[in-house]
């Protein structure tokens, strides 16, 4: 994921993980590209329904215990009502 901004969040518990997603995600433009890693299993389903509730593209992976999702963050306006 070379062409992706990447947050380490390994280590972190839930809410952590999302909250830095979603301030990172705030700052970057349309159609940018954001890696998270994390290890709090509840990450696998958070981090998915924040995407799909703000209109963000999230592809989840694992390897071993920790989690990476690749976001591509949706262009303005396009989360769903």
Known sequence: MAD???IDARGLKCPLP???MEK???ALP?????CVLATDPM????????CRQNG????VNSE???LSFAITKAASGSAPA
């Open 4 to 6: 992706f901004e990447t």
């Open 18 to 20: 999302v909250l830095k």
């Open 24 to 26: 990172r995600l705030a």
């Open 30 to 34: 349309a159609s940018a590209k954001l």
């Open 43 to 50: 990450a696998k389903i958070d981090i998915p329904l924040y």
């Open 56 to 59: 963000h593209e999230c592809i």
């Open 64 to 66: 071993g215990d920790v």
